[in-house]
Each structure stands twice: as C-alpha cells, then as structure tokens.
C-alpha cells in the first residue's frame, strides 16, 4: 500500500465505497470542528441512502491503520446507523466514530482516513478569484468500479461548467463538464493544484499546492429518445437507460456541508 504525501494521494483515502439494498454510491469522511470538539462524520446523498431521517445498514469499505499509515488489510463491514438528512438539499450525514469505535472493539485495530476538512471550503466571495473554468478531479466509484485489492476509488478529471462563485439557477449548486456514472453519486468535487497554479488577479503562475473542496456530484444531465434534455439523480445500480448521458453533472457547493453543525450539535449535547 502506498504511503500518501501528495494532496491527490491523501484524497484516495477520503472516500468510502458504500453499498445498500439499492444499490452503491460514494461517501467521503468529513471532519467537523465544534468548539474544543472534532466530529468526524460520513456524507454522501440522500438518494444514495434512500431512507429518510432513518437507521439504514450500509456496507462500508475501509483500510486499517498501520503506525500511522493505511495497512494492506482492509475489511468490508455491515453496519446500522442513524442517518442525518440535510432540510433542502440532497445531502445526508451520519457519525463515523460509532463505527470506528465497532471496528475497534471487534478487531482491536483502528482505521485509517484523510477527512476533507473545513478549510477547503471557500464561500462564494473566496470562489471569485477562480475563473469560469477550472481542472476539477472527481473522487468515487463509477459504475461500480475500483481497485478492489487496495479498496481504492478511482479519479477521474473534468473542469467547470460554470463560475464556481455563481449560484447556478439561484441554488447552491455548480455544473461540472465530467462523465457521471451510477455509482459516482456522492463523489467529492475539488480543484487539486500540485506544484503550481494560475493567479487570476495577477495573471501569473504561484509556485505551491491547493486543495479546493467544490462539492458534491448528485445528478447528472441526459439527453432522451424525444431529444429532450432531463435532469435525473444519478442511479445507485447499473440499469439499461435509453438516454444517452452528455457528461455534464451538478454539485451541491461544499458550503451546504456546514449547515449540519447545528444539527450535530443538538446530537451531541
């Protein structure tokens, strides 16, 4: 198993394979900081889950822990917990150290994530100083499919279809030009800048690496058989759809995300 240094190789362990009874979709660990307390929690969609405000068994995919670095050992575990649904958007949450807690219990070793944290997200005013179109890498599990040794999601690139400071229709959402697949639903959006990056108010090149949370894939855009353009949650199961998909995908913006503090702080009293 790899060590990971580089901001691409520390986000292959930020996300989570998970599988239902519908079928599978993408999770990825987040880590909130609530006064003197850090909450770390799994998000993925509320489709993705399809119960509502419910305890759910999901599979879950992990790596375990190894002086401090991911092990070749990884382990699938089946386990119910409360799922957190977001009151607008298609986002939903639950606690991940019930889980890890579990896994510590029952196998006396701990688990190894790189959570997303909140200093990736930037609000629309930080987003004004990208420009209309920017490289995105999108972490999950399309169709499907990773490196099921390694239990590793795979990546896939695109950019931006539209300003990520604008409020697309008026919704915290943006679109991104990247194929979308069953499966990818719940998969992180971010801009990942390794070595150097462009300046737009500078129009010049500054030397170092960012990470940019964007947020996270939940539908995708179809074109049907009446040639009519169709917005559809991106399916949990691989199924025969006659529309043909024009990889174009929207994203709920990362700064939803932080409207669950007040609900994980009403848990955790």
Not at 172 to 186: H, L, R, W
């Amino acid at each position: 198993m790899i060590k990971p240094i580089t901001p691409t190789e520390n986000l292959l362990f930020s996300t989570i394979r998970l599988e239902t009874s519908q079928g599978f979709g993408t999770g990825f660990y987040f880590l909130f900081e609530l006064d003197d307390k850090e909450v770390p929690v799994f998000i993925t969609n509320k489709h993705v889950i399809n119960t509502s405000n419910a305890n759910e068994k999901v599979k879950f995919s992990l790596h375990f822990a190894e002086n401090g670095q991911p092990s070749k050992e990884v382990i699938t575990v089946t386990y119910e917990s409360e799922w957190i649904f977001h009151d607008k958007y298609d986002l939903t949450f639950t606690f991940a150290n019930p889980l890890f807690e579990h896994i510590k219990r029952k196998f006396g070793k701990d688990v190894f994530v790189i959570p997303l944290t909140e200093d990736l997200i930037w609000d629309n005013e930080r987003l004004k100083h990208l420009s209309a179109v920017e490289d995105v890498l999108m972490y999950g599990y399309p169709i499907g499919l990773y490196d099921k040794e390694n239990v590793l999601p795979l990546i896939r690139r695109g950019v931006t279809a539209s300003h990520p400071a604008i409020d697309f229709n008026g919704e915290k959402i943006g679109v991104v030009d990247i194929a979308c697949f069953p499966g990818s639903s719940g998969s992180p959006i971010l801009i990942v800048n390794e070595g150097s990056y462009t300046d737009k108010k500078n129009n010049g090149v500054v030397i170092g690496s960012r990470v940019i949370f964007l947020g996270i894939l939940f539908k995708g855009l179809v074109y049907n058989s009446e040639g009519e353009i169709v917005i559809k949650d991106i399916p949990t199961r691989l199924v025969s759809i006659t529309p043909q998909m024009i990889n174009l995908g929207y994203y709920i913006k990362s700064e939803v995300i932080l409207d669950f503090r007040e609900k994980i702080k009403e848990k955790i009293k």
